[in-house]
């Protein structure tokens, strides 16, 4: 018997399989898959590796001459760059299959059904285990028209196409929407993008989805928030769409469409009749531990935050707790990243959802920064939001290059209590785009030096 047994090999379950062992307990995965899950097969990793190449060819088409870089031929081969997401891939999936041998836990692969709180079959064979961990993950959500029509896409599909189409409508401005138009519009594919909602990303502030539409709209996308695809019809060499938009319907043909409107939990049959409760995704208490006592739930399949770094910080609260830890979720401090350019990140409060009495926000500008300058960065900006009373800090934006990687420094305020005084009085080194960060906090304080 071992001590846990996992279920799922994603961000979710690979990681909470290592941690368990690394703390000496015994303990297999089953995965029928691939290892890494969506994110390193259908997901993080593939979208960020064809992005990286788009983001290359956009800049040196956009910036190699004025760096006084002769460029002759700059063109995208497709081919190429799908074989750069697929060798990425491949080694992400090894990088954790090197992981469970060195930690020393057992893969099954297969498909796990589950039969009781202790126990799985896996090709009619029964394994026993004293806990299990569910991290089965998500699938793409479809609903009427979209899937009474042959060959719409979701997200999986894009990573198998062979060359690029010539035109796309993307349904769903959310982040997985807006990073495949970013893709697609900088390889010189015609986007057309619809989002029902006021705008794009709308779970930002609108101030970062502003810069974002505006840099796919100079990629040529034809944006349409407040807007809902009704109809869809196939046609010769792809299909014809009637959108509704805020000034009335309109007609639009495109070679493929691309559903991102998100993704549900796979909460299957064999989960239900175990007896775990459902809300949504199978839910948990703030240890990850589900009605059942030692049955614990982590990462897409909870139906809560669907991303893999939270996916992998249940997976520590799990595997901890089942080690006899008695540790609690903080979800306080979740960073978004958007890999889109230029690219947006967001952790704690937005100024969208806060009373503006309560708070004080600055917004720094990128226009005034000097390592943007040398970079030819002209768009975007460093937000910090904090308590007006007692200038912790609340939560932070960011709009820019690497604010995927800046992020990290407002991720760590919020999670700790910070106030702006104390991230002022480290030293932020010069010239970055670090001192975007450091100018906002300034203005939250007194008055930033740079601006
Ligand atoms: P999954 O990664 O879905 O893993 C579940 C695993 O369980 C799968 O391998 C599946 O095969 C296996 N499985 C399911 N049922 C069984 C069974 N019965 N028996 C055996 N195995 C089973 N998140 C980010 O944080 N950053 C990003 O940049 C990002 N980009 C994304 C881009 C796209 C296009 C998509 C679709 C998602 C993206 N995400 C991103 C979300 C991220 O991929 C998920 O949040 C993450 O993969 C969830 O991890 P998980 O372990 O819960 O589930």
């Not at 891939?89 to 090197?98: F, L």
């Not at 049959?269 to 948990?284: F, S």
């Not at 407002?410 to 001192?435: M, R, Y």
């Amino acid at each position: 018997m071992y001590d846990a047994l996992v279920i799922g090999a994603g961000p979710g379950g690979y990681v909470a399989a290592i941690k368990l062992a690394q703390r000496g307990k015994h303990v297999a995965v089953v995965e029928r898959s691939h290892l890494g899950g969506t994110c390193t097969n259908w997901g993080c990793i593939p979208t960020k590796a064809m992005l990286t190449s788009a983001h290359l060819y956009k800049s040196m088409v956009e910036k190699a001459a004025e760096l006084g870089v002769s460029a002759e031929r700059v063109v995208p081969d497709f081919s190429k760059i799908k074989s750069h997401m697929n060798k990425s891939v491949v080694a992400s999936r090894k990088g954790i299959e090197y992981l469970f041998k060195k930690n020393g836990v057992e893969l099954i692969l297969g498909d796990a059904i589950v039969e009781s709180p202790n126990s799985v079959s896996v090709a009619g064979k029964k394994i026993e285990a004293r806990h299990l961990v569910i991290a089965t993950g998500s699938v793409p959500i479809l609903f009427p028209p979209f899937n009474e029509v042959a060959g719409i896409w979701t997200s999986d599909d894009v990573f198998k196409m062979d060359r690029l189409p010539e035109s796309v409508l993307i349904v769903g401005g959310g982040v997985i929407g807006v990073e495949l138009a970013t893709f697609f519009s900088s390889l010189n594919v015609k986007v057309v993008l619809v989002e029902l909602l006021e705008h794009i990303l709308p779970n930002e502030d609108v101030d970062a989805a502003q810069i974002v539409a505006r840099s796919l709209k100079r990629k040529g996308v034809e944006i349409y928030e407040s807007s809902k695809l009704i109809s869809i019809q196939p046609v010769e060499n792809g299909y014809r769409s009637v959108i509704e938009t805020r000034e009335g319907q309109l007609e639009k043909r495109t070679e493929k469409i691309i559903v991102a409107v998100g993704r549900k939990p796979n909460v299957t049959e064999d989960i239900k009749v175990l007896g775990v409760a459902i809300e949504r995704g199978i839910k948990t208490d703030a240890t990850m531990r589900t009605n059942i006592p030692n049955v614990y739930a982590v990462g897409d399949i909870r139906g809560q935050i669907m991303l893999a770094h939270v996916a992998m910080y249940e997976a520590i609260v799990a595997a901890k707790n089942i080690c006899g830890e008695a540790i609690e979720m903080d979800y306080s401090a979740v960073p978004n990243v958007i890999f889109t350019d230029p690219e947006v990140a967001s952790v704690g409060v937005k100024q969208k959802d806060v009373d503006p009495s309560a708070v004080k926000v600055f917004s720094f500008p990128i226009t005034a920064n000097g390592r943007a300058r040398t970079m030819l960065e002209r768009e975007g900006f460093a937000k910090f939001i904090a308590d007006a009373r007692t200038g912790k800090i609340l939560g932070a934006t960011v709009v820019g290059p690497y604010a995927t990687e800046l992020i990290m420094e407002a991720a760590i305020a919020v999670k700790h209590g910070l106030t702006a005084e104390q991230l002022e009085e480290v030293i932020h080194p010069h010239p970055t785009l670090s001192e975007m960060m450091l100018g906002a906090i300034e203005g939250i304080v007194e008055k930033p030096i740079h601006l």
